[in-house]
């Protein structure tokens, strides 16, 4: 039996306009949802961004070489650094010295030190550039850590006294010096350096039987004799100068400076020829060493006004002697 359909009653038509509207927006909603939405440019340019980008890699990074104990991985000498791969420092500072270009090679010889500090033939390498690019503060600890690793050699120790001499730490180059004979009590410089460093304090007690063992082991030793003459002559004791420094003049001829101090030896036992001699071959030497030029003018003019020269009890002569910048 077929049911018959009741019409909608038309004064129910305006209350359900509202709800038939709801209902077709929100099956037209649901309709879009289903299909696949279309990309906006800001969406295709982060997706461009993302596949052209290279691939990130985890590569291994070089782990910092074990050093020995007490000394950190970078210090007052080495430059702490990272590579992927080994790369030899030292062979890349003689290329850059030969270059030279000492800063740069300097540079790498720390990067060599950071990777093996022990190695000597770094540690020489940096102490040499040290002092040709004026830094031997790094040269001092250079030669400092070669003494540690090789305990029974007095020569770092020499030459870390000598660099100590230079920036005026007198006392420190006087410790190094004789824990340098410690190593070696024959060693004639060790006595050399312990001797300039008391000198240049002006510590002659100290200075003069220092440097009078080192002309007794090394007799020949040219800078020794005119320290040791130098000596002599701030004692006023003028003869044994002039025998010393006669003896340094010889050996060192020269040396403008070692013939001003003999000058000045002769000058005050009043030995004028000779001492014009010695001031003359100072001054041929080096044209413009003030010391000896003032030295010899004023013996010449007393030559000329026929003046006896002073005799050694007569006080000392103005003659002005000159520090030793030798080894």
């Given at each position: 039996?077929?049911?018959?359909?009741?019409?909608?009653?038309?004064?129910?038509l305006?209350?359900?306009?509202?709800?038939?509207?709801v209902?077709?927006?929100?099956?037209?909603?649901?309709?879009?949802?289903?299909?696949?939405?279309?990309?906006?440019?800001?969406?295709?340019?982060?997706?461009?961004?993302?596949?052209?980008?290279?691939?990130?890699?985890?590569?291994?990074?070089?782990?910092?070489?074990?050093?020995?104990?007490?000394?950190?991985?970078?210090?007052?000498l080495?430059?702490?650094h990272?590579?992927?791969?080994?790369?030899?420092?030292?062979?890349?500072?003689?290329?850059?010295?030969?270059?030279?270009?000492?800063?740069?090679?300097?540079?790498?010889?720390?990067r060599?030190?950071?990777?093996?500090?022990?190695?000597?033939?770094?540690?020489?390498?940096?102490?040499?550039?040290?002092?040709?690019?004026?830094?031997?503060?790094?040269a001092?600890?250079?030669?400092?850590?070669?003494?540690r690793?090789?305990?029974?050699?007095?020569?770092?120790?020499?030459?870390?006294?000598?660099?100590?001499i230079?920036?005026?730490?007198?006392?420190?180059?006087?410790?190094?010096?004789?824990?340098?004979?410690?190593r070696?009590?024959?060693?004639?410089?060790?006595?050399?350096?312990?001797?300039?460093?008391?000198?240049?304090?002006?510590?002659l007690?100290?200075?003069?039987p220092?440097?009078?063992?080192a002309?007794?082991?090394?007799?020949?030793?040219?800078?020794?004799?005119?320290?040791?003459?130098l000596a002599?002559?701030?004692?006023?004791?003028?003869?044994?100068?002039?025998?010393?420094?006669?003896?340094?003049?010889?050996?060192l001829?020269?040396v403008a400076?070692v013939?001003?101090?003999?000058?000045?030896?002769?000058?005050?036992?009043?030995?004028?020829?000779?001492?014009?001699?010695?001031?003359?071959a100072?001054?041929?030497?080096?044209?413009?060493?003030v010391?000896?030029?003032?030295?010899?003018?004023?013996?010449?003019?007393?030559?000329?006004?026929?003046?006896?020269p002073?005799?050694p009890r007569?006080?000392l002569?103005?003659?002005q002697?000159?520090?030793?910048?030798?080894?």
């Open positions: 039996m077929k049911t018959k359909a009741r019409a909608l009653h038309p004064h129910l305006p209350a359900l306009l509202p709800i038939l509207a209902l077709g927006i929100a099956g037209y909603e649901g309709l879009l949802a289903l299909r696949p939405s279309r990309p906006t440019s800001s969406d295709m340019a982060a997706a461009k961004a993302v596949t052209s980008a290279p691939p990130s890699l985890s590569l291994p990074v070089e782990s910092t070489p074990a050093t020995e104990e007490g000394l950190p991985p970078s210090d007052e080495s430059l702490a990272e590579h992927l791969s080994r790369i030899n420092h030292l062979a890349r500072a003689r290329t850059l010295g030969e270059l030279g270009d000492f800063a740069g090679a300097l540079t790498e010889c720390r060599a030190l950071h990777d093996t500090p022990e190695d000597e033939e770094t540690l020489r390498a940096l102490a040499r550039l040290a002092q040709l690019t004026e830094q031997p503060e790094l001092v600890h250079a030669f400092e850590r070669l003494g690793l090789r305990p029974d050699d007095a020569s770092p120790l020499v030459q870390q006294a000598r660099l100590l230079t920036l005026g730490r007198y006392a420190d180059a006087a410790r190094a010096g004789e824990a340098a004979l410690l070696d009590s024959e060693e004639p410089e060790a006595y050399h350096v312990i001797g300039r460093a008391h000198l240049a304090a002006g510590n007690p100290e200075a003069l220092r440097l009078e063992q002309v007794h082991l090394a007799p020949e030793h040219g800078h020794a004799l005119n320290n040791l003459g002599y002559l701030r004692s006023s004791q003028d003869a044994k100068a002039a025998e010393v420094l006669a003896r340094a003049a010889a050996r001829p020269h400076y013939h001003n101090n003999l000058g000045v030896a002769y000058e005050r036992l009043g030995r004028a020829e000779e001492a014009q001699a010695a001031y003359a100072a001054t041929r030497l080096s044209p413009r060493y010391k000896a030029r003032l030295n010899g003018d004023r013996v010449n003019k007393v030559a000329r006004l026929d003046v006896p002073p005799g007569d006080g002569a103005p003659g002697p000159s520090e030793d910048t030798g080894p």
